[in-house]
């Protein structure tokens, strides 16, 4: 998915391919629920409803964050292609970090809670 958004700025004003990579982008979506949403029930049998809600409620924060980020950055021209490029590789770096992160860190080994 953060290929598609990198690649986006390079397609400059060519709507037919940046449609096509918006598509690509947005069903790409579909591969990141088979390993983050049923984590939790495989870490925990106690608690999963918590453990997701508290999961849920920390990765909601970006949903706030990057429209307020991007206001800031194309609020001098909300016209200009390179700014909004940066907004383009913002969301991209976001996506390989929250990767990255679950890569790293996540693991469905049983956890014990008591």
């Not at 990141?32 to 999963?48: F, L, N, Q, R």
């Not at 909601?60 to 490029?85: D, E, M, R």
Request: charged content about 5%; proline content about 4%; aromatic content about 14%.
């Amino acid at each position: 998915m953060s290929i598609t958004f990198i690649l986006i700025p390079m397609a400059a004003c060519n709507k037919l391919l940046v449609i096509i990579l918006l598509t690509i982008a947005g069903s790409s979506l579909g591969f990141t629920s088979g390993g983050d949403i049923p984590i939790v029930s495989d870490m925990t049998s106690e608690y999963p409803a918590t453990v997701f809600a508290v999961m849920n409620a920390i990765s909601t924060i970006n949903g706030f964050l990057t429209p307020y980020i991007i206001g800031l950055i194309i609020n001098a021209n909300p016209h200009s292609i390179q700014l909004w490029s940066y907004c383009f590789y913002y969301v991209s770096g976001m996506s390989v970090f929250g990767v990255s992160v679950f890569l790293f860190f996540a693991e469905a080994k049983r956890q014990n809670w008591g």
